[in-house]
C-alpha cells in the first residue's frame, strides 16, 4: 500500500513545474501596450501620441522623440511610429520584443502592434524600423 504522503508527490512536483515554467516565460510587454490597450482605430494621431511618454530620440526625423517612417501608398500618407522603451535612446537588440510599431494613415491610427504591422508590412512593403543615428 502507497503512504497518503507519497500520493501527494508526483501532483505536488507537477503543479511545480508548471508554476515554474510559466514564471520564467514571461517577456515583458512591449513598450507602449499598456498606454495604447484601449485606443481604437482611427484615433487621431496627436490623441494617441499624446498617451504615450517622452521618447528619448532628438527631434529631427522624429515624433515626439520616437523615430518614425513616413511613406506615400496609394495617394495616402502612412507613418510608422517606432515607440520604445524609455531610456533605451531607441536603440535595440531585438525589434520585435524592444519596439512597438503605431501604423498611422492619413493622420489617424490604423493599427498597432507586430501583427499589424505584418499584415501591412505585407501589403505595403513596409521596412523594419533601422537604428536610430548618433547625434
Not at 513616413?70 to 531585438?94: C, K, M, Q, Y
Amino acid at each position: 500500500m502507497i503512504e497518503r504522503s507519497r500520493l501527494w508527490t508526483l501532483p505536488a512536483l507537477l503543479l511545480l513545474a508548471l508554476v515554474l515554467a510559466a514564471c520564467g516565460d514571461r517577456t515583458p510587454p512591449v513598450p507602449g501596450s499598456e498606454e495604447l490597450a484601449e485606443v481604437e482605430e482611427g484615433a487621431a494621431m496627436a490623441e494617441v501620441m499624446a498617451l504615450l511618454p517622452q521618447g528619448d530620440l532628438p527631434e529631427n526625423g522624429t515624433v515626439q522623440g520616437y523615430q518614425r517612417n513616413r511613406f506615400l501608398i496609394d495617394g495616402a500618407n502612412v507613418e510608422v511610429v517606432w515607440v520604445h522603451a524609455p531610456g533605451s535612446g531607441g536603440t535595440f537588440d531585438d525589434p520585435r520584443l524592444e519596439l512597438n510599431p503605431l501604423v498611422f494613415s492619413g493622420g489617424t491610427l490604423d493599427g498597432w502592434g507586430w501583427s499589424h504591422f505584418d499584415a501591412r508590412s505585407e501589403e505595403w512593403s513596409l521596412p523594419m524600423p533601422q537604428q536610430p543615428q548618433e547625434s
